[in-house]
């Protein structure tokens, strides 16, 4: 739903907006003075190689830059590897609810998608995972930690699936909330890096970086030749040169962005607790949002939410149209949400 929609419907003008997991602190100051500096020429064509950035990030993820591959978002990287690695009739394995592009991409890539339901307790089902991907499917889309749920893989679970994993399948994990996990939650491409099987791993600059409208993410995989072919299946210029630069400049001041991730933690907890205490148990979350049931139908409680001036996502994926994603904003909205959620949901 577009700004002014919202505004339009809700005759609010100050909006909590905490439908799509933005970065409520915005980006580090660094970015925005590196775009201010007079270094980015929007008439002149960007790097088609993004080499500084690729090369910005070999060196801070102990990588050759040749196996990294940066998009306009991680989405379309998604969408690279669909149209890379797939052909009609291939098998797909992800879980349900899932980030809707896991499906959609295979799909429009003429695969079936096998989707594993998340547990009663709104966790990852390990044997059931580990069971499909054993079977050989040739892609596995798995994000950890996980949107829309929250959770994220331990290092043994981590290490399980992997361990399943048989030649001929790519194993793609979804790492857009890194920067959110808890300090023991495992690093996907160390994880990976010495497992012998073929891996992509993914992660963006929209999330804990804040640089969510200028749209840069990237693949680390686990040898050249996949880079080579997510980069032949992905559209030239991609990235452009005002999100280049933000990405760089976004890297080297990582202490912004730390300071930010904890900030957001703390308020995700202060969230959960509130819920807890109206009977609205929230999924165990390593992101930056908070996924639950409101144990009626969730568009209705969006819907009134918005009337309160709060955007919210409503999940309509089938078996899970009562469950809403909430973004953790600013305190201030925070306190908004719990409020008109205290009067539409447990009054």
């Avoid at 990030?57 to 050759?64: E, H, S, Y």
């Avoid at 148990?281 to 009626?296: V, Y």
Wanted: hydrophobic share 50%; charged share 20%.
């Amino acid at each position: 739903m577009s700004l002014a929609r919202a505004r339009l419907l809700s005759g609010h003008d100050d909006l909590a907006r905490l439908a799509s997991n933005e970065n409520p602190d915005g980006c580090a100051p660094a970015v925005l003075a590196a775009l201010a500096n007079g270094g980015f020429e929007p008439w002149r064509y960007a790097d088609p190689a993004c080499t500084a950035l690729r090369e910005a990030l070999a060196a801070r993820l102990g990588v050759d830059a040749g196996v990294i591959v940066a998009g306009n978002g991680s989405e379309e990287m998604i969408a690279a590897i669909s149209r890379g690695v797939l052909v009609a009739g291939s098998q797909v394995v992800t879980v349900v609810p899932s980030f809707g592009l896991h499906e959609i991409e295979p799909l429009a890539a003429g695969a079936s998608v096998l989707k594993v339901p998340m547990t009663v307790d709104a966790g990852f089902d390990l044997a059931a995972l580990e069971a499909a991907i054993a079977a050989g499917p040739r892609v596995v889309f798995l994000s950890s930690p996980w949107n829309p749920v929250g959770p994220a893989l331990d290092k043994s679970a981590l290490q399980r699936l992997i361990a399943a994993v048989r030649p001929g399948t790519l194993f793609v994990l979804d790492e857009a909330y890194f920067e959110y996990a808890d300090a023991d939650a495992p690093d996907g491409i160390e994880s990976l890096r010495n497992s012998g099987i073929a891996f992509v791993v993914l992660r963006t600059f929209s999330k804990a970086y804040g640089l969510a409208g200028l749209r840069v993410g990237y693949a680390v995989c686990s040898d050249p030749e996949i880079a080579r072919v997510i980069t032949a299946a992905k559209t030239p210029f991609n990235v452009n040169g005002a999100a280049q630069i933000a990405a760089v400049a976004a890297l080297e001041d990582e202490a912004w962005m730390t300071a930010s991730v904890a900030r957001i933690r703390s308020e995700r907890d202060r969230v959960a607790l509130a819920l807890a205490g109206m009977g609205l148990h929230a999924a165990a979350s390593q992101t930056n949002f908070l996924f639950f049931d409101t144990r009626h139908d969730s568009s209705i409680v969006a819907a009134a939410l918005l009337q309160d001036g709060i955007i919210v996502k409503a999940w309509r994926e089938l078996g899970y149209e009562t469950w809403l994603r909430v973004t953790i904003g600013k305190p201030a909205d925070n306190d908004r949400l719990i409020a008109s959620l205290q009067k539409q949901v447990a009054g």
